[in-house]
């Protein structure tokens, strides 16, 4: 099943289509109240038809406002090595704010500085939970989604500690979509192949079962510390290939384009520019 959202309001996707979930079934247009009883969502829709589907376009964050955003640092063993660091030993844990969150087809205003990407996986939480063993931990994703933690290294690395919060939370620097599918229906949901490139240009590849600490276990070591509210996102780590990691460094740049691809998701594609004058 795949769910994004169409003007804030909850759909199911397929084929190119979005059925809207609070005008065809008995659930809100919210996606928290849905998530929240996920597991009849999807059970109602697997028996549910598309009579009245519109096509799927103008497509927004499968969960525009999320109560918690969580990211990870270093969660790929050539990004820890390009950033100078070893591998951790447990999940460098930090947060985006929930006002950063856009959807999959933006334009994204750069900030001063040296803004720079990480293409991610995302996993959206379903009925989530507090103290979740590993071994039920899937059962509380309602899906996976594309992600950028589009960051402004400037301000990340002010001060010690370093900012990362907030050089990462500028208007626009979460994309996700354009829809969150559920594990069921990817090929391998430990192992989903990924790539982003810039104008064209590949310049960061990788696959999730490369992690040093797997989706399911992030949603064990987060969730034993913060419950896991419905709708809530993880941002599972970047692998190697940043710009400020490059030789010399790379940065992003008014008039190029990101676009960012996972394999039986879909992609999303950020086009930068400039602040005008004044801003």
């Not at 199911?12 to 009883?37: C, E, M, T, W, Y």
């Not at 919060?165 to 430990?190: C, M, N, Q, W, Y």
């Not at 070591?221 to 400020?244: E, H, K, Q, Y």
């Amino acid at each position: 099943m795949r769910f994004g959202t169409i003007d804030g309001r909850l759909v199911l996707v397929r084929d190119g289509l979005a059925l809207d979930v609070a005008r065809h079934g008995p659930f809100s247009s919210d996606p928290l109240d849905v998530l929240a009883n996920f597991a009849a969502f999807v059970t109602w829709a697997r028996e549910t038809d598309y009579a009245g589907a519109v096509p799927a376009e103008k497509l927004g964050p499968p969960v525009p406002n999320p109560r918690q955003v969580f990211a990870v640092a270093l969660n790929y063993r050539p990004h820890a090595a390009e950033a100078g660091f070893q591998p951790p030993d447990e999940p460098l844990v930090f947060t985006k704010f929930p006002s950063c969150i856009t959807g999959p087809d933006t334009e994204v205003t750069l900030p001063p500085g040296k803004p720079d990407w990480e293409i991610e996986v995302v996993a959206v939480i379903g009925r989530g939970g507090y103290r979740i063993a590993r071994d039920r931990a899937w059962d509380a994703i309602a899906g996976l989604t594309v992600g950028q933690d589009l960051s402004e290294r400037v301000v990340q690395s002010r001060g010690a500690p370093a900012q990362f919060s907030l050089g990462k939370s500028f208007p626009g620097f979460g994309p996700i979509g354009p829809v969150a599918v559920t594990p069921d229906e990817l090929p391998d949901r430990d192992d989903l192949a990924f790539e982003c490139r810039l104008d064209g240009e590949v310049v960061q590849h990788g696959r999730t079962g490369q992690m040093i600490f797997p989706i399911d276990d992030l949603v064990a070591r987060i969730s034993a510390i913060c419950p896991l509210l419905p709708g809530d996102l993880i941002f599972t780590g970047t692998p190697a290939g940043v710009g400020n990691r490059r030789t010399p460094p790379r940065y992003l740049r008014p008039g190029e384009t990101l676009v960012s691809t996972v394999d039986g998701i879909g992609e999303i594609r950020q086009r930068f520019v400039q602040a005008a004058l004044g801003d």
